[in-house]
């Protein structure tokens, strides 16, 4: 079997974690392409709740390896206590393999990502301030430290002297702020590499072997479409490629060795941090949502944006990714809802956009055409076939396929494994 990428379909948050842990079952690798601990998947299994930021969601599988591609950043601190974190759990973390390519997250980094969203004042993007940002600018600027070069100690030295020059003058003289010790960041950056050496490796070449043998590889995204570096509601956006054509880049594949794309959609719409949401309710039924569906930050805790399932959005990341299939998540948590509205179109100006427009502001502008749908009043969390859900629940289903136009192949009705209605085996 060939390589299948999950991929987010709106803002991030669509439940990839839990739809990862339940294909890797039958997988060999599960591979993580972009981002870095902005991410947080949710997954609930029999070895308990875990929320993971680096990890990818396969490390719960004994037979599984589970890589970080060089498409990721990597804040080596959270990911060994990550690992830490694991093992005290019981968590074998020995099959976890980090790409030699993949960029490291500095403290000048995370610095300068609240440094320059302070400097936003009222346009601050809401980052995580993680650093993601700030590490992704360097890599393109050719600034950046990858793990390969914490193999040389002497190389890493010479490259952290010459961009921390670089960086502390950025960080006293533009934002008065103190410039950081060399001595204390390559101190703890060389702890971090012994530590983290036995995990380095050539990703891209094991993911290469492993299809060229034929094994399944699960290609695990983060974030979502909306929040892609290109297509996303730019400047409202992570600093990363979340698309499918961002795993090809972030693992080291072939895009022809892609056979499946699946599309991750929540039943509804969250958002975290700024940016236009077209279909953002500020009202009860979003309140609902948010405390139905548990709808804060796994990494940050903030409360996320609620609102009805956006068809523009959600049919622009279709096509945009090529989905072969969709997964349907926290379905359930609409199951109190009396009726249901889907956004068709974008009305702007007396005109009805298909698509989403070229900026930010434009968007803003926008106002959703709906469609109104009776609600189920039902609880879908014991249902595991289609065709017992209620059939204002699949006429829902059957209207979000219609609009994003693609099949759903998973709905997923709770947070546990079982708690899946597999419409059309995805593996
Ligand atoms: P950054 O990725 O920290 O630079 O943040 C940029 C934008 O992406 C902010 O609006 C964040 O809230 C959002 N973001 C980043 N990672 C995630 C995620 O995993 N889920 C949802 N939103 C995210």
Redo the contacts with the bound molecule.
């Keep these: 079997m060939p390589a299948i990428a999950i991929i987010?379909g709106q803002?991030?948050?669509e439940g990839k974690g839990k739809l990862i842990d339940l294909l890797a079952e039958k997988a060999s690798i599960v591979a993580r392409f972009s981002?870095?601990n902005?991410?947080?998947?949710t997954v609930v299994n029999e070895f308990g709740e875990f929320g993971l930021h680096m990890i990818p969601s396969g490390v719960f599988h004994s037979h599984v390896d589970c890589l970080i591609g060089n498409g990721v950043v990597i804040n080596p601190r959270v990911l060994i206590s990550e690992i830490e974190t694991l093992q005290g759990r019981g968590i074998d973390v020995s099959r976890l393999f980090i790409s030699d390519r993949a960029h490291l997250i500095m403290p000048y980094h995370l610095l300068l990502?609240a440094l320059e969203e302070d400097a936003r004042g009222k346009s601050a993007?809401?980052?995580?301030?993680?650093?993601?940002?700030p590490a992704y600018a360097d890599k393109v600027s050719r600034l950046g430290i990858r793990f390969g070069d914490l193999l040389d100690k002497d190389l890493f030295r010479r490259r952290l002297r010459a961009i921390l020059n670089h960086k502390n003058t950025i960080i006293s003289r533009v934002f008065g702020a103190s410039p950081l010790s060399f001595d204390e960041i390559y101190q703890e950056y060389c702890n971090y590499a012994d530590r983290l050496l036995p995990f380095i490796r050539e990703t891209s070449l094991m993911v290469n072997e492993a299809l060229e043998k034929g094994d399944t590889v699960l290609l695990e995204g983060?974030?979502?479409t909306m929040?892609d570096i290109d297509f996303g509601t730019y400047p409202?956006?992570?600093?990363?490629s979340c698309t499918a054509g961002g795993a090809c880049l972030g693992i080291g594949i072939s895009p022809l060795q892609i056979d499946k794309i699946i599309g991750v959609y929540k039943a509804y719409t969250?958002?975290?941090?700024?940016?236009p949401m077209p279909t953002e309710l500020r009202d009860a039924t979003g309140d609902m949502m948010r405390e139905r569906g548990k709808e804060y930050?796994?990494?940050?805790g903030?409360p996320?944006r609620c609102g009805w399932f956006d068809g523009v959005a959600t049919r622009f990341s279709a096509r945009l990714n090529g989905f072969t299939g969709t997964a349907l998540t926290k379905f359930d948590i609409l199951d109190t809802l009396p009726t249901i509205k889907i956004c068709t179109g974008y009305g702007l100006e007396g005109t009805v956009l298909d698509n989403p427009p070229p900026n930010f502001a434009t968007l803003e502008k926008c106002r959703p055409i709906w469609e109104e749908m009776p609600g189920w009043q039902t609880s879908t969390h014991h249902i595991r076939n289609f065709d017992d859900l209620p059939r204002e629940a699949r006429q829902y289903v059957k209207r979000i396929e219609e609009l994003v136009g693609c099949p759903v192949d998973l709905i997923s009705v709770g947070p546990n494994r079982d708690q899946s209605i597999i419409v059309r085996p995805i593996l």
């Design positions: 987010g803002w991030g948050d981002g870095g902005n991410a947080g998947h990502d993007i809401g980052t995580t301030r993680l650093g993601i940002g983060a974030q979502g929040l409202y956006v992570t600093s990363s969250t958002r975290v941090g700024g940016g930050g796994t990494t940050t903030r996320r």
